[in-house]
């Protein structure tokens, strides 16, 4: 069976400091890896990855992925309240003409000034 | 049989128009949702829709509207096509209503706007 694998369940830092969140995989297919930020509302799109090594960026957050180990992380720097949300990954493991997204249970990430 | 099907798989049309884009899945699921995939292949959520409550992407413009006629579909309204709205658009649905499991997808809708 498919599995996304997300760590921690949960993170409370405070501003300033760096976190790394983690997410593993095993899946049959894999075609790409998805981040996610979700607060309130739907889940906003942060990076897709495709390729292991190549860092992607987008200001002060990071993430890059390893199809060898199966894994990627996200790294945020320099944290902000407003970063606190749930962070998701997921895998595009269809393999075919359609995609099919697993999902992980995400991590809680509380940001405290 | 087909698990989550979108019509018309092409739709080409001007600027200005209104379109539809239909999407039904036939797993029973409780939460359905459309995704748009820009020119650098990049898959972002767009809405997300159970019986209960429709979460909508706030980056998404108002001209963007989903209709529900019932569980099993969950229709695209886009009005006043602007060039910007090329793009394929994918129909998703899940089991469950909080969405963070396994998501099958349709094959997608390619828009052209002239």
């Known amino acids: 069976e498919d599995k996304v694998v997300q760590s921690p369940l949960s993170l409370v830092v405070h501003e300033g400091d760096t976190v790394t969140l983690n997410c593993s995989y095993e899946?049959?297919?894999?075609?790409?890896l998805l981040w996610y930020k979700q607060e309130k509302k739907a889940p906003t799109f942060l990076f897709m990855l495709t390729s292991s090594g190549i860092e992607k960026k987008s200001g002060r957050l990071s993430s890059i992925l390893d199809k060898k180990e199966l894994f990627s992380i996200l790294n945020i720097t320099a944290t902000q309240t407003g970063d606190s949300a749930v962070y998701l990954c997921a895998v595009d493991d269809s393999g075919g003409s359609n995609y099919k997204l697993t999902f992980g249970k995400g991590t809680l990430l509380t940001v405290n000034p | 049989d087909t698990a989550v099907s979108q019509t018309p798989k092409y739709l080409v049309t001007q600027m200005g128009n209104d379109k539809s884009i239909k999407c039904e899945q036939n797993?029973?699921?409780?939460?359905m949702y459309w995704y748009k995939q820009d020119s650098k292949k990049f898959l972002k959520i767009m809405f997300s829709y159970n019986n209960k409550e429709l979460i909508i992407n706030e980056t998404v413009p108002n001209r963007f509207s989903p209709k529900s006629p019932d569980k099993a579909h969950l229709n695209l309204h886009i009005n006043s096509l602007e060039l910007g709205d090329s793009a394929v658009y994918f129909c998703a649905s899940s089991p469950e209503a909080g969405g963070t499991d396994t998501q099958y997808f349709g094959p997608g809708t390619r828009l052209t706007v002239l």
């Open positions: 899946v049959t297919n894999f075609r790409s």
């Open positions: 797993l029973g699921h409780d939460t």
